[in-house]
């Protein structure tokens, strides 16, 4: 019993722990009716220990998991400067992408108001950006002091001064090795620690959802349903209209083709919740659609790195939840500020399962959004995970189309199935 109990996934115990904190949630709400049992020893201590004390470890875990993720990511991309416009191309394509993924989940969001009816308005709120201008955003964005930045968790001018840091790693290489490891390092033991902390999120969840649906009742599912149509709505604009009109805007190819041959990348991705797993599968498939193996070798890593739509279409989603949620309204300036604190996260998002919930807490913060509700939807992300990531490695597959297409690097009698490829996986030895 208990080596079955093992070899349960962390993801499949989240969605326990949310359907667990669901029903003693709702039978609290409608059966307990002993104000000392319900309120005060259960919903005020226990469960609101358990849930904001998860809370705490995940924002513990912000500032120094995105900062040295964005210093280690840009740091890594220093080829860019050999392989000329591939890299350049590649780049741009996939922060569009991105930026056009959370702007989609934005709109679709604000017309579907997800977060209406949740009503979590009791809570304190924090102080909302949308009464700043675009100039003061742009400014309070240059780190006047980047240690009290990291100290406070002012995300913006940490990210700021992350990519400069990045940049010039990438830049002075060989001189500075030993702080490139150290960073490395850094990195390293974030991710473990993130893996560390993940541990204990199906009981953070079971106590958020209980004490939450112990005081709202059925009423919470509404929002909770609707915000998971959000988020697979916009993924399926971003995988079946986005892609397949930037790949016909820019290459002129025909979107079917791909899918057919790419459906079954599409599968994996989504079975096994990783963009990493998947990049062979994903070389494979490139190559039998003509796809240079020099252009995808490089692509193809630096998107399961940086190209993270999927999430970024999640975050998105979350926002309006929570401002709804809570009853705030972002103006214009906090919602641009949340495109880019979505883009820039996309960089530091790769490695760890729902490190992408990680990474969320910084975009809340950046528009001064309280991060109790992420606890709400963390038991239902592992499902929504799965098809983020089919989102992710789909983008990667398309910008790397396009990259080939612009360089000339691309067997277009392949792509269109007059010729088959003469050489085999086994063959390419260059990743």
């Given at each position: 019993?208990?080596?079955?109990?093992?070899?349960?996934?962390?993801?499949?115990?989240?969605?326990?722990?949310?359907?667990?904190?669901?029903?003693?949630?709702?039978?609290l709400?409608?059966?307990?009716?002993?104000?000392?049992?319900?309120?005060?020893?259960?919903v005020?201590?226990?469960?609101?220990?358990?849930?904001?004390?998860?809370?705490?470890?995940?924002?513990?875990?912000?500032?120094?998991?995105?900062?040295?993720s964005?210093?280690?990511?840009?740091?890594?991309?220093?080829?860019?400067?050999?392989?000329?416009?591939?890299?350049?191309r590649?780049?741009?394509?996939?922060?569009?992408?991105?930026?056009?993924?959370?702007?989609?989940?934005?709109?679709?969001?604000?017309?579907?108001?997800?977060?209406?009816?949740?009503?979590?308005?009791?809570?304190?709120?924090?102080?909302?950006?949308?009464?700043?201008?675009?100039?003061?955003t742009?400014?309070?964005?240059?780190?006047?002091n980047?240690?009290?930045?990291?100290?406070?968790?002012?995300?913006?001018?940490?990210?700021?001064?992350?990519?400069?840091?990045?940049?010039?790693?990438?830049?002075?290489?060989?001189?500075?090795?030993?702080?490139?490891?150290?960073?490395?390092?850094?990195?390293t033991?974030?991710?473990?620690?993130?893996?560390?902390?993940?541990?204990?999120?199906?009981?953070?969840?079971?106590?958020?959802?209980?004490?939450?649906?112990?005081?709202?009742?059925?009423?919470?599912?509404?929002?909770?349903?609707?915000?998971?149509g959000?988020?697979?709505?916009?993924?399926?604009?971003?995988?079946?209209?986005?892609?397949?009109?930037?790949?016909?805007?820019?290459?002129?190819?025909?979107?079917?083709?791909?899918?057919?041959?790419?459906?079954?990348?599409?599968?994996?991705?989504?079975?096994?919740?990783?963009?990493?797993?998947?990049?062979?599968?994903?070389?494979?498939?490139?190559?039998?659609?003509?796809?240079?193996r020099?252009?995808?070798?490089?692509?193809?890593?630096?998107?399961?790195?940086?190209?993270?739509?999927?999430?970024?279409?999640?975050?998105?989603?979350?926002?309006?939840?929570?401002?709804?949620?809570y009853?705030?309204?972002?103006?214009?300036?906090?919602?641009?500020?949340?495109?880019?604190?979505?883009?820039?996260?996309?960089?530091?998002?790769?490695?760890?399962?729902?490190?992408?919930?990680?990474?969320?807490?910084?975009?809340?913060?950046?528009?001064g959004?309280?991060?109790?509700?992420?606890?709400?939807?963390?038991?239902?992300?592992?499902?929504?995970?799965?098809?983020?990531?089919?989102?992710?490695?789909?983008?990667?597959?398309?910008?790397?189309?396009?990259?080939s297409?612009?360089?000339?690097?691309?067997?277009?009698?392949?792509?269109?199935?007059?010729?088959?490829?003469?050489?085999?996986?086994?063959?390419?030895?260059e990743?």
């Open positions: 019993m208990i080596e079955r109990l093992k070899k349960i996934s962390l993801g499949n115990w989240m969605l326990i722990g949310m359907i667990l904190g669901f029903l003693v949630g709702i039978f709400n409608f059966y307990v009716t002993n104000p000392f049992i319900k309120d005060i020893l259960l005020n201590n226990i469960f609101y220990l358990g849930g904001n004390g998860f809370i705490k470890l995940m924002k513990m875990l912000v500032v120094p998991l995105v900062f040295f964005i210093v280690v990511g840009v740091a890594s991309i220093s080829d860019i400067r050999k392989i000329g416009s591939i890299g350049g590649t780049i741009g394509i996939y922060l569009v992408t991105t930026a056009l993924a959370v702007t989609i989940a934005l709109i679709i969001a604000t017309i579907i108001q997800p977060g209406t009816g949740l009503n979590m308005t009791s809570v304190a709120q924090a102080n909302v950006t949308s009464n700043m201008t675009v100039t003061d742009v400014l309070n964005m240059i780190p006047d980047p240690f009290n930045s990291l100290a406070t968790g002012d995300m913006l001018p940490v990210i700021i001064f992350g990519v400069l840091v990045g940049v010039i790693l990438a830049t002075l290489k060989d001189e500075t090795n030993v702080v490139n490891e150290f960073f490395n390092q850094g990195n033991v974030m991710m473990e620690m993130t893996r560390i902390v993940m541990k204990f999120a199906p009981i953070g969840i079971f106590c958020l959802m209980a004490k939450t649906f112990a005081s709202l009742g059925f009423a919470g599912l509404i929002p909770l349903a609707k915000y998971i959000c988020v697979l709505l916009g993924l399926a604009i971003q995988a079946f209209i986005v892609y397949p009109s930037l790949l016909v805007i820019l290459t002129r190819l025909n979107p079917i083709k791909f899918f057919k041959k790419f459906i079954s990348v599409m599968f994996f991705a989504f079975s096994s919740s990783t963009s990493n797993a998947t990049i062979p599968l994903n070389l494979e498939k490139l190559s039998e659609l003509g796809v240079s020099e252009i995808s070798s490089f692509t193809i890593p630096l998107g399961a790195t940086i190209n993270m739509d999927g999430t970024a279409i999640m975050q998105g989603c979350a926002v309006m939840f929570a401002a709804q949620a009853g705030m309204d972002l103006g214009l300036v906090a919602l641009i500020t949340v495109i880019f604190t979505a883009v820039m996260a996309s960089i530091g998002t790769a490695g760890v399962p729902s490190v992408g919930l990680i990474t969320l807490n910084m975009v809340f913060n950046s528009v959004l309280p991060v109790d509700a992420i606890g709400i939807i963390m038991g239902i992300d592992h499902l929504l995970d799965m098809f983020r990531t089919a989102v992710n490695v789909t983008g990667d597959a398309i910008c790397t189309i396009i990259v297409f612009k360089n000339k690097a691309i067997d277009l009698d392949m792509f269109n199935g007059i010729k088959q490829p003469t050489e085999t996986w086994d063959d390419i030895t990743f």
